[in-house]
């Protein structure tokens, strides 16, 4: 429901129990720690604190941490587990008890000369690689030669006779061969062979006749030489693949070892994880100022958490004060939202957009029940939402997920079952595969009236929420006469006009009058209330309201978007079961070919519709509902913690 | 039968799913070379840069519904409904906001999004923004889709 209060905490601690106080902010992933600098400090204190000196194994630390990422990095693809599609979209970790994590990690000096192996067998690689490309390259350029029998190298002009090694594009040939005829000088050509749309051939004529050299020259040729030496082209091409075989055989040795260095694999996730950490910890120190005797750590912290993080502090040591205040304004507080279970995977959707600032609401559970209806409308067909929730349920029970990642399935599944009321209502199961008289466009223009509706209540909340953060800051004057004004002129509107098309009460038809033109008035009035005179008032009040009340329809039109897209799934899929349907009749495989096509098309189909139903229901939060009061650009509040990116600590300590 | 009220019809169809479609591959197209481009360099945005190609394909799709509500409505599955001159004329001109601004919608949406690849490419924690830049653009595809459908449905058979 909201973004959650933090407190701004300082531990000062004896330095003597640094490093453990320190362990324990890490396992326990309660506290932020913020720099200890600047205008954090008030002067005073400042003078007699001096930021510690790093350790001096920070280098050695960072560089064995790049170390240990290049191993995984480069492991991973020869890896006996290849890792499946689903594996790259969702990473599952490696299972490792506490006891097994702290020893691997023990010994990750060792792990230093496996990166020099693989080092060196990536270098090898590169180099065959390399090799392999330009062998290749040659055994291309000679292969058209093959047939000639003598020594590449000894193709050469004479005194009297000129020897070329030419080739031209085929078609050319004729031309070239009748021009030459014309010339009248004696000439031969001896063709070797044709290779993809080119001719090769030797070309004998007189030295001194220059003029057919001309005319081979005007026919876009290329003339070849090889250098003196060089051995018939069926030898060197033996030579060349016989190199190239050799290559191969070696590149298929260091995958072997480099497939046997990676069985270890897990072993150097973890060392890579520990040793992360303990850069982490390190990095910390580094944020971490003191007096001879005491240390201090500055930072964040949940204020429902302050209580333990006290205690914990103190299980570590007696010398310790830790003080709590309430973040100043103008502070720079990082943001951790709070929301309720089932709001909770919606916060993906905030995310995408922005986190709140630590000063404005959390949008999270006002756009929770919208993009609830909107997603389910969207997509709206119960067959589709029924395989969504299955595989989003699967993907819960069997994969290992990040929090980011169970919320995303859980958003999935929660929009599965809007799609699956929505489409059970609207008899919608794989189109019309179970109900034969659902009719997706018959009732369109019901539809497109409840996505205007959806639309005018969405955009009226969002007002609403508008009026409320402004009473929250204590800005009655600006809730009363920016929202309340054009509030009234909505409601205003909308009796007006529907007391055109329903038979209202005319006591609601005549207040929908009177509320038309008096917000009307009021909005143009509060409008334009910031300019100094009364012309410019007028101006600028009438010039926004016109902006105003056009762009409101505006937004309400591109609700419709939710007709459109419900109806290109109904749509098309009404339309795979007829096309499936066709194949029905034919003998033996008819039955088969049906299914495959409605299997096929319905995936197809579904994937599609959900990410527009997605891409789209998140576009009317993001622009039409928090383009009117939402700004965003907090910061995520990141507790300084053990969190491992490879592996999962399946007996994580309790107290620390 | 009138045979010049089918041809029109089918005129439709095959404007609206076949422009609309045509707007949606160049879209998809300009994309994908973008993002081809990146993935070069950074093999793990591939996930993010599909969303993004995905986005100016709606435009065909939009096209091809429209295309079937055509079909379904003079029964070109099945039996033939008796259209006159004037209703296909009618039914080509309905099929034309989704034709027209799909096909131009689709290559702009493109564009917007290949823009939105060079933003992830630097910040791909915006991804959220940069799916919305583009997905304005698809605004005015669903007010043709919109238009079409409304204008169909007023021609009675």
Not at chain 2, 25 to 48: D, R
Not at chain 2, 117 to 146: D, M, N, Q, S, W
Request: net charge negative; with cysteine; glycine share 8%.
């Amino acid at each position: 429901m909201a973004v959650a209060e933090m407190l701004k905490v300082r531990l000062m601690i004896h330095k003597s129990a640094m490093n453990e106080v320190i362990s324990t902010l890490q396992s326990s992933g309660l506290m932020e720690v913020e720099r200890l600098a600047g205008d954090n400090i008030e002067s005073e204190t400042h003078e007699h604190l001096d930021m510690l000196p790093l350790p001096d194994n920070i280098n050695i630390l960072t560089r064995l941490v790049s170390e240990m990422n290049y191993i995984v990095n480069f492991l991973s693809p020869y890896a006996v587990h290849r890792e499946s599609l689903l594996d790259r979209l969702s990473p599952s970790r490696v299972p490792f008890s506490q006891e097994q994590f702290k020893a691997v990690a023990r010994d990750y000096r060792h792990y230093e000369h496996t990166y020099d192996e693989l080092f060196a067998i990536e270098k090898r690689m590169t180099e065959i690689r390399n090799e392999s490309a330009r062998l290749e390259h040659d055994i291309e350029e000679l292969e058209p030669w093959r047939e000639l029998g003598i020594p590449l190298g000894d193709v050469a002009s004479t005194g009297r006779a000129m020897l070329l090694m030419v080739s031209v594009n085929e078609k050319r040939l004729p031309d070239l061969i009748a021009e030459l005829e014309r010339h009248r000088e004696p000439f031969h050509i001896e063709r070797i062979s044709v290779f993809a749309g080119r001719v090769y051939f030797l070309f004998i004529a007189i030295s001194a006749d220059k003029e057919a050299l001309a005319i081979i020259h005007k026919h876009d040729p290329v003339l070849w030489s090889f250098s003196p030496g060089t051995p018939p082209a069926f030898v060197k091409l033996n030579q060349l693949r016989e190199e190239l075989n050799h290559l191969k055989r070696e590149m298929s040795e260091m995958e072997k070892q480099a497939v046997a260095i990676a069985a270890d694999i897990d072993t150097y996730k973890a060392a890579c994880d520990y040793l992360r950490l303990e850069l982490e910890r390190y990095t910390v120190l580094e944020k971490v100022a003191g007096t001879e005797s005491v240390t201090v750590i500055d930072g964040w912290v949940r204020s429902k958490d302050a209580d333990e993080l006290n205690r914990r502090v103190h299980v570590v040591t007696p010398l310790a004060e830790v003080t709590f205040r309430n973040p100043l304004p103008g502070e720079d507080v990082p943001v951790s939202l709070v929301n309720s279970r089932l709001a909770r995977p919606f916060e993906v959707i905030t995310r995408l957009y922005s986190l709140p600032s630590f000063r404005e609401l959390d949008p999270t559970s006002s756009l929770a029940i919208f993009f609830f209806i909107f997603f389910g409308m969207a997509l709206g067909d119960a067959g589709y939402g029924t395989v969504m929730a299955l595989l989003s349920l699967a993907g819960l029970r069997f994969l290992r997920l990040s929090d980011s990642g169970r919320n995303f399935l859980q958003l999935l599944l929660i929009c599965a079952i809007s799609t699956i009321i929505y489409g059970a209502y609207s008899k919608a199961w794989f189109g019309d595969l179970i109900f034969p008289d659902y009719d997706f466009v018959g009732g369109f223009i019901t539809i497109m009236i409840v996505s205007l509706a959806l639309g005018a209540v969405h955009l009226l909340y969002a007002i609403m929420v508008e009026l409320y953060d402004n009473v929250r800051h204590g800005d009655r004057a600006a809730a009363i006469l920016d929202q309340g004004s054009w509030l009234l002129f909505i409601a205003g509107t909308l009796l007006f006009s529907l007391s055109r098309v329903l038979s209202l009460p005319t006591a609601a038809a005549v207040a929908g009058n009177y509320l038309f033109v008096f917000g009307a008035l009021a909005s143009i009035y509060s409008m334009g209330r910031m300019q100094k005179n009364i012309p410019a008032r007028l101006a600028v009040g009438l010039g926004t309201f016109y902006m105003s009340v056009t762009g409101f329809f505006g937004d309400l039109l591109s609700y419709l978007r939710l007709l459109a897209l419900g109806l290109a799934t109904g749509g098309i899929a009404v339309v795979v079961n007829q096309i499936a349907r066709l194949f029905r009749d034919i003998p033996y495989v008819g039955l088969l070919l049906t299914v495959l096509v409605m299997v096929a098309g319905h995936i197809m189909n579904m994937t599609i519709n959900i990410f527009g139903a997605f891409i789209h229901s998140t576009r009317l939060q993001f622009v039409e509902f928090f383009g009117k009061f939402y700004e965003g650009g907090g910061r995520e509040f990141r507790p300084f913690s053990a969190e491992t990116k490879y592996i999962e600590i399946i007996d994580k300590e309790g107290a620390g | 039968m009138d045979i010049l009220g089918i041809v029109l019809a089918f005129a439709g169809a095959a404007l609206a799913a076949g422009l609309a479609g045509i707007g949606s591959s160049i879209g998809v197209s300009i994309v994908g070379q973008v993002a081809a481009g990146l993935i070069t360099e950074e093999p793990g945005k591939f996930g993010q840069t599909l969303i993004l190609q995905a986005l100016p394909g709606t435009q065909g799709i939009y096209g091809l519904l429209v295309a079937f509500l055509v079909i379904f409505k003079i029964g070109a599955i099945g039996t033939l409904k008796a259209v006159t001159p004037g209703q296909g004329m009618a039914i080509l001109l309905a099929c034309l906001p989704i034709a027209l601004v799909g096909l131009f919608s689709a290559i702009a949406q493109g564009q917007a999004a290949a823009a939105s690849i060079g933003l992830i490419a630097r910040r791909p924690e915006e991804l959220g923004k940069g799916i919305i830049y583009p997905a304005f653009v698809e605004t005015y595809a669903v007010l043709a889709l919109i238009a079409s459908i409304l204008l169909l449905q007023g021609v009675a058979l």
